[in-house]
Every structure is written in structure tokens, then in C-alpha cells.
């Protein structure tokens, strides 16, 4: 699976948008990018996924550029609740299914 | 939604002791479960896939006899760790796949906080 390059850590003022980038240059074909998030000591939370088409649900937006070799998640409008470590995951479909994390941004929402 | 829960949600032992840690897909079936180990600030390793009715998978550099999994239904999967060491000591943390959704999605357990004493 294609490794993902995150920056370590963000703030975001409560209320604002927050983009979260996501590198994979080597990302291939058949690999989707992934979108989780931790809060403390929590278990990792699905935010999102896509191929090649943006996406978006009710907790976020995914935008993948034309080349797939980059992403953004967008949480809208940040709350003090979205303060939690964001993880970018490129997996193949229906290989193995792992998920396997990397270091992840942790995003601090700030009053 | 889909949710997996875990048992104990906190243990402490002695060491040498071994401890069990349960992972439950509560409303759906699950072939495939996963589990996770994070020490303090690090992310989330990978330890083994675990599959019904089959042996579990271990990732390279996990030990298979101190780690015990066992994926008796498509609902349960147990990590057993034996003989437990202070360096055990970490959250452990397992997801599972609904396999009636085609595995777009993994969903994960609270996780378990397992302190070695």
C-alpha cells in the first residue's frame, strides 16, 4: 500500500473551516484514500473515503486532486470536538482490507 | 450504525499473568477483525488479522505465542496476551469489517488499556 505524507499538527479557530492535507504521490489505480480520526484514548473513527471523485457526507468533505497524487479533508465548520489526530490511509480494495496508520495531524481546534 | 465493543475496557495485572481481551461486532457479522496496539503518543500498530474460523495473521515482529487470537464466531474475536510483561503495557485496540457492506468501511472498538504491573 502507498505511504502518506501529513503534516504533524494544525489549529483551526472553533467555527472555521479546517483542511486537512493528505500527500500520496504513490498512490496506484485500485487504491482508495481513507479518512480517520482519533480523539484521546479513543478507538479511530471513519470519516470519509474516495477514489478518484470528491466526496462528501455529513461529517466532512473529501477532495481528491485530478492526478489522485494528493487529498484534503475538510470539516466545515470546526468545533472544539473535531480536536483529535487525522489520519490519511491509501488502501487497495478488497486485498488484504488493513489499514495500516501512519503519524497523522493532529488537529487542535482553538475557542 | 456499526459497533464493536471491547472487554475489559481497562485491566491491570501482575506480571507473568496472562489477560483476555474481547472484541464484539454487536449488529453485524464480521469475518475479518484486526488488532491494534498504541503506546502513549505513537499511532496505531498493527499486530493481526484475524479471520473466522481460520488462524489468525501476524504482522512481522509480533509474537504469536504471547499474543493469542482466536476468531471463534463471526461476531467475536479474542486477543489473549500471555505471560505479561510491564513492556506490554499499552492500549490495544481492535476494528472489525461488515462484511455486508463490502468492506468499504472498518470500524473500530473503544480500545483496552492494558497496564502490566
Known amino acids: 500500500d502507498a505511504k502518506t505524507t501529513q503534516p504533524p499538527s494544525m489549529d483551526c479557530a472553533e467555527g472555521r473551516a479546517a483542511n486537512l492535507p493528505c500527500n500520496h504521490s504513490?498512490?496506484?489505480?485500485?487504491?482508495?484514500v481513507y479518512w480517520y480520526r482519533q480523539i484521546h484514548s479513543q478507538g479511530p473513527q471513519y470519516i470519509i473515503h474516495?477514489?478518484?471523485n470528491n466526496e462528501t457526507n455529513e461529517m466532512a468533505s473529501l477532495i481528491i486532486t485530478e492526478d489522485r497524487k494528493s487529498s484534503t479533508l475538510i470539516l466545515p465548520h470546526a468545533t472544539l470536538r473535531d480536536t483529535a489526530v487525522y489520519y490519511c490511509?491509501?488502501?487497495?480494495?478488497?486485498?488484504?482490507?488493513?489499514?495500516?496508520f501512519g503519524t497523522g495531524t493532529l488537529l487542535a481546534v482553538q475557542p | 450504525g456499526a459497533v464493536v465493543s471491547q472487554h475489559p475496557s481497562r485491566v491491570i495485572c501482575k506480571s507473568g499473568t496472562s489477560v483476555k481481551i474481547e472484541c464484539r461486532s454487536l449488529?453485524?457479522?464480521?469475518?475479518?477483525m484486526f488488532w491494534y496496539r498504541q503506546f502513549p503518543k505513537q499511532s496505531l500498530m498493527l499486530m493481526a488479522t484475524?479471520?473466522?474460523?481460520?488462524?489468525?495473521?501476524?504482522e512481522q515482529g509480533v509474537e504469536k505465542d504471547k499474543f493469542l487470537i482466536n476468531h471463534a464466531s463471526l461476531t467475536l474475536s479474542t486477543l489473549t496476551v500471555t505471560s505479561a510483561h510491564p513492556e506490554d503495557s499499552s492500549f490495544y485496540i481492535c476494528?472489525?469489517?461488515?462484511?455486508?457492506?463490502?468492506?468499504?468501511?472498518?470500524?473500530f472498538g473503544p480500545g483496552t488499556r492494558l497496564t502490566v504491573t
Open positions: 476494528s472489525a469489517i461488515n462484511r455486508d457492506r463490502g468492506g468499504y468501511e472498518q470500524y
Open positions: 474516495g477514489l478518484k
Open positions: 504513490t498512490i496506484s489505480g485500485n487504491e482508495y
Open positions: 449488529d453485524f457479522q464480521a469475518t475479518t
Open positions: 490511509i491509501v488502501r487497495s480494495w478488497g486485498a488484504t482490507n488493513k489499514l495500516i
Open positions: 484475524s479471520n473466522e474460523g481460520s488462524k489468525a495473521t501476524y
